[in-house]
């Protein structure tokens, strides 16, 4: 849960910018995308793999 304290001071556009901020740095709504539908365990599994292959590539690439 987030909690943005808001002061008498603060207006409630500065207390929206900060949830907001909050929301981005916590990665929350990246979590939300991720569990609107179900991936079966193997395709994890394999987009996990393509990924390590794409970042192995690149990353010899550069060496060379």
């Known amino acids: 849960m987030i909690i943005v304290k808001i002061n008498k001071d603060k207006n409630i556009e500065k207390a929206l910018k900060d949830?907001?901020?909050k929301i981005i740095k916590t990665r929350?709504?990246?979590k939300l995308?991720?569990?609107k539908e179900f991936v079966k365990p193997s395709v994890k599994?394999?987009?996990v793999l393509s990924k390590a292959k794409h970042v192995q590539?690149?990353?010899?690439?550069?060496r060379d």
């Open 19 to 21: 949830y907001k901020s």
């Open 33 to 35: 995308v991720n569990l």
């Open 57 to 62: 590539k690149n990353f010899k690439s550069n």
């Open 45 to 47: 599994k394999r987009n």
């Open 28 to 30: 929350q709504m990246s």
